[in-house]
Structure formats: structure tokens, C-alpha cells
């Protein structure tokens, strides 16, 4: 088990890809705060951890400073450490440039921009304190690179909530790589997740999705597992600062 007795914090994982990566940490032996604002989904990750005591459950809305700092204390006291932070809790919301409100600009920032940074800096700072060489994961997104829509409407909050994240991952990356801690970033595309469902059942949408994926199939969340353990393993020490595209190469066609 290449993760055996690592403490890993995954953000967002009462659900979708959050759930896939808390799993994947936890069978490859991994001890797992499994962090959420949702206590039902929370709970119903460490249900399915094949070793129960090594799941434990934060409630925790990321962008408040005092709630991060709760989660990373307890993490610590509950687990002995912390190795590895996915920073995964993230939100998508739909509207026009033109009917975009402050509120909602806000709050998709906060979310998708600011919980990352919160959680990054306390992580990183017990990493620091401790010695630990640790890893640390943003989820991204192709729209940080390209606006990606059926209807021909883009997303401005949700498109720069990201870019920004990705060069957040850089700057991270470039002052931490003095004490040994790497950051890097996983840019999914379409995934199949129970947020995504319902727009991939209808048949144009899933058409579109599908003739822009050169593989030829949508995304499953243990694919974006896939790339986030292989950035959190030891292995990967010399890489930091990159972004890995998990999208069946939408972005190249």
C-alpha cells in the first residue's frame, strides 16, 4: 500500500469526485479526513472505508478561516499529522455575464478560490512545523483554460475562480518548494458525477460533450483519483507547479 499510514484531508468529499479520491487514499492504506459542509454525504464516504478507522469525518465550510484551522487541529489530533491536502470543494453555477450578481460572484470565489488558499496556508504551516515533506492537490478545471459551453453562454465567475486557482498552484509552489512541499493542480473535464447527470441525460448535450473528447467516453471520478494519487506519491517529489489535464484530451482538439 503505497499510502499506508499517510494523513491525507480531502475537501468536498461527501460526493462525486471528492468521495472517488477519499476512497482511492483509504484502500491504498491512507488515514482520511474526509471534509465536508454536508454531514450525510461525509458520513456516507467513511461508510464505504474499507478500514472505518481510518476515516474520519470533519464538518467544515472551508471558506472560514476558523473552520479551516478546526479542521487541520483535529486532523492532527486525531491522526498524529498531516502528509497530503486535496484541496477538492468546489461549486459551479450557471449565469449569463450580463444578470451575474455580486452575491454570486462571491460566493463561487470564495468557494473555488479562497477555501483553497485558507486551507493550503494551514496545511502547509503544519507541514513545516512538523517536517513533513507533504503534497498538496488543487482541483481545477479545463474551463481555466477554455470556456467550455453547450449553450454558448460562459461561466465568468466559475472560469476565473479556476484560472486564478491555477496560478494560486504556482505561486504556492514556487515559495513552498524551500521546505519540500509540492503543489500541483488536476484540471478534470466533463465528469460523470451526480451534479452532472442530469445535463448528460439529455442526448444533445451528452452528443456535444462527446465530439469534443478525442478518447471518446466521459470522464468517471477514479479517473480524477487516478492523477491526484499519482501527484500525492512519493514518488512524484521532483513535480511541482504543473497542472495535470484529465479530459480525454478536450483540450488539445
Known sequence: MKFKDKVVIVTGAGSGNGRSIALRFLKEGAKVVIADISEEGARQTAELAPEPANAAVVLADVTRKADVERMIRTTVETFGGLDI??????IVAFTEFLELSEEEWDKVHNVNLKAP????????????????????????????HRIVSSSGHCQPHYNSSKGGLNLLTKAMALELARYGITVNAVAPGVVETPFTAKGLENPDVKAWVLERIPAGRIAVPDDIANAVLFLAQPESEYVTGTTVFVDGGWTIH
Not at 485558507?118 to 512538523?130: F, H, P, R, V
Not at 517536517?131 to 474551463?143: A, H, L, P, Q, Y
Open 85 to 90: 491536502l486535496v484541496n477538492n470543494a468546489g
Open 117 to 144: 488558499f485558507l486551507c493550503s496556508q494551514a496545511a502547509a504551516k503544519a507541514m513545516i512545523e512538523a517536517g513533513v515533506k507533504g503534497r498538496i492537490v488543487n482541483i481545477t478545471s479545463v474551463e481555466a
